[in-house]
């Protein structure tokens, strides 16, 4: 009920390609829903969210799709570029307060890859 | 205002000895969440501590391990008596506590256990 299934594991794309990372989940209290950018080393970062009452979220390159009857979440990354090289992480939360308000569960992650 | 801070960022503990993580969570944060990191695997809730509180400890193992956020001072991550199993990355994130508040992350401790 509390897993977060992330799909692939790793993408390789080449420069100007659109990166595309899926994600579905079980819990239907989730009701918010970040992606978070990590690169070697360093901490996760936030890099776009969204919550189930829009269906798209778009900031930049980067935009989220969000299908709530199919339970499931995408990350597109328009025009990829070579600095776009991270992991990416999905992940979803229960936001409506009580003990589990904050508490992230994150997918596995998915190593992309942008070739010049 | 600086961000998220966890020290030590490498630590190297032999098998048996105690290992303690810290994190200093960002200005007028009064939320801290503590997640593993396992090689090749995704982020694994651990524990949710609001000050001198602990929240949620359920992703905690029941043994060995404890967390803290005391009155004054940073929050602390104690692994008791380390095994191999142990070795990961700690990361610490913070959140003022509203509704909607983004949660940012440290850049994470890497505990590797000898």
């Known amino acids: 009920q509390q897993q977060v299934k992330q799909s692939p594991q790793s993408l390789i794309v080449q420069k100007g390609g659109i990166s595309i990372i899926n994600c579905a989940y079980e819990n239907t209290a989730f009701d918010y829903f970040p992606w978070y950018q990590q690169f070697p080393g360093k901490g996760p970062a936030l890099l776009i969210a969204?919550?189930?009452?829009?269906s798209e979220k778009k900031e930049g390159r980067f935009t989220i799709s969000f299908n709530k009857s199919a339970k499931q979440f995408s990350l597109h990354i328009m025009d990829s570029q070579p600095g776009d090289s991270a992991t990416y992480f999905c992940a979803a939360m229960n936001n409506a307060g009580g003990t589990s308000y904050g508490k992230l569960t994150f997918g596995q992650g998915t190593i992309l890859t942008v070739h010049p | 205002n600086a961000g998220v801070m966890q020290n030590p960022r490498h630590l190297v503990r032999r098998r048996g000895q105690e290992a303690r993580l810290r994190c200093s969570p960002m200005?007028?944060?009064?939320?801290v969440y503590w997640y593993r990191q396992l090689p090749e695997e995704g982020l694994k809730f651990m524990v949710y501590?609001?000050?001198?509180?602990?929240?949620?400890e359920s992703g905690m193992p029941k043994e060995r391990f404890s967390a803290e956020f005391p009155k004054e001072g940073p929050s602390i991550l104690r692994i008791q008596q380390v095994v191999r199993g142990d070795s990961a990355a700690y990361f610490c994130a913070s959140s003022p506590g509203l509704v909607s508040a983004e949660a940012f992350f440290g850049q994470g401790t890497r505990l590797t256990v000898v």
């Open positions: 200005k007028g944060h009064s939320h």
């Open positions: 969204i919550r189930p009452d829009v």
């Open positions: 501590l609001q000050k001198e509180n602990i929240i949620d």
